[in-house]
């Protein structure tokens, strides 16, 4: 490895610095993994649940399970888990396009939502309508509103209720997208994001109008603390649908591919109704031995992402002490795994990527150079050396080539494994720099 020993060093600071923010990881992992364990005895997981079905899957023992499994684990009414689900973009179509009937509303609450949600939507990137014809929600007259976050952070709620109000109950669905993406805003906490469905139910009763569901775009949230957005406190329901990706923190880096959805009971039915068809709804769809897999990777998933958040932990810190900008900073506590490192310079933020992929454990060898990608404006740089393709709970790192440079850095399955990638990325860029 080529790691310097100024680098080593640092490293050793950052782990006595923050031995009591590791030691907090460790208790969320612990509680987590106690409740994956409870969920898993409860539903007798057993071989026989490993056994693949093939042709429509009528009957399959394992596939049940994994759905009440999802459902208890985030303590929600339903959920499902599939591998069916090709990426959490189309994860989320299904939970939008399940609730949203034409002459409905959606409203953002949280702005203008990740960039490949604005196809599905139909919207450009100003959140001005853009029917395509593609089949988009707009192309089905649904149409879509949003409202930005409070400048602290947080869903402003009066804006919602006054929006709701504006839409005179045409507004079917709020949306609340927990993880910055590539915004620099603050991820919303998983009880943030209770408090503002509950109040957002509230000020609908309040109006008269129908109680919209509230949907989470909960990708990059899983397992960063005990509680989820959609969980059951004390008989009080969080938010009606939260909906991720099985190849980022719920699928553990075991899960080859899939999402899943959580939530209430009717909301989490008609989201089986669009993954399926009606009438079949979740009872349909052949495991093909995927089952072993989803539920192994939500095993691993607690610790995967205590071992990804020890690695952004350690990122602040060893970045932040060579005096680059980091958000968060290394103490602040996390909703998400993202660590955003602002290079300043394009070489040295080609150098950081290139460290990562030179540490990683598949193409080791290659050596990424920034190039154009459809659907970004500017060139992007990407460093991914992971054992299943696009996973971004393995380590992985990518920017734009734009001021001011910005490496967004996630993952780490192992914090072994994802410290060398962070000292390795460190020492590239130092060396780099001195050129
Ligand atoms: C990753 C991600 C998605 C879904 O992206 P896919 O690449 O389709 O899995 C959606 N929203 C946010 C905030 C994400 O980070």
């Given amino acids: 490895m080529n790691i310097s020993d100024k680098i080593y060093a640092l490293a050793r600071e950052a782990e ?15 509680e987590n993994t106690a409740r994956v364990l409870d969920v898993f005895k409860e539903n007798r997981v057993s071989e026989s649940y490993f056994a693949p079905t093939t042709g429509y899957g009528l009957g399959d023992v394992g ?25 959490g973009t189309h994860a989320l179509a299904i939970g939008l396009f399940g609730l949203l009937r034409p ?108 109680v919209p569901y509230v949907v989470v775009d909960n990708c990059y949230g899983e397992f960063t603390e005990t509680l989820e ?35 209430t009971a009717r909301a989490v039915e008609l989201a089986g109704y669009r993954l399926c068809c009606p009438g079949v709804g979740l009872e349909g769809g052949a495991s093909l031995g995927q089952n072993r897999n989803i539920l192994r990777g939500l095993f691993m998933a607690p610790h995967a992402v205590a071992s990804a958040l020890k690695t952004a932990h350690l990122a602040a810190y060893v970045f932040g002490s060579l005096g680059y900008g980091v958000y968060p900073s290394f103490r602040e506590r996390r909703y998400d795994i993202i ?3 602002q290079c300043g310079d394009p070489d040295l933020l080609v150098a950081v990527c290139q460290g990562i992929q030179a540490a990683s454990p598949v193409d080791s060898y290659v ?24 996973s971004s709970i393995e380590l992985s790192c990518d920017g734009p080539l734009r001021e001011p440079y910005t490496a967004y850095l996630q993952g780490g399955v192992t914090y072994e494994a994802g410290k060398l990638g962070i000292l390795s990325a460190a020492t590239a860029l130092e060396e780099t720099k001195r050129r």
């Fill in 229 to 263: 957005p959609c969980s059951i406190v004390d008989g009080e329901t969080g938010a009606d649908m939260m909906i991720g990706s099985l190849i980022k923190n719920p699928g553990g880096g075991i899960a080859d591919c899939g999402g899943y959805i959580a939530g």
């Fill in 63 to 87: 596939r049940d399970a994994i759905d009440r499994i999802c459902a208890g684990v985030f303590r929600a009414e339903a959920g499902f888990m599939r591998h069916t689900i090709a990426s």
């Fill in 103 to 210: 002459g409905d509303a959606m409203l953002s609450a949280t702005g203008l939502p990740y960039d490949t949600m604005l196809e599905v939507i139909g919207i450009d990137d100003k959140g001005r309508p853009a029917a395509s014809g593609d089949g988009s929600l707009a192309d089905y007259g649904v149409e879509y509103r949003d409202t930005a976050m409070l400048s602290e952070g947080g869903v402003d709620i009066h804006a919602v209720s006054e929006a709701i109000s504006q839409a005179g109950g045409k507004v079917k669905v709020v949306y609340i997208q927990r993880s910055k993406g590539y915004l620099s805003r603050p991820t919303l906490s998983a009880s943030q994001i209770r408090g503002a469905a509950i109040e957002i139910r509230k000020a609908a009763k309040r109006m008269g109008v129908s």
């Fill in 367 to 390: 050596s990424p150079i920034p190039s154009a990608m459809p659907g970004y404006a500017d060139q992007v740089v990407m460093a991914a050396g992971g054992f299943v393709s696009g």
């Fill in 339 to 341: 660590q955003t490192i």
């Fill in 16 to 30: 006595r610095e923050m031995a009591d923010v590791y030691a907090d990881i460790d208790r969320i992992s612990l």
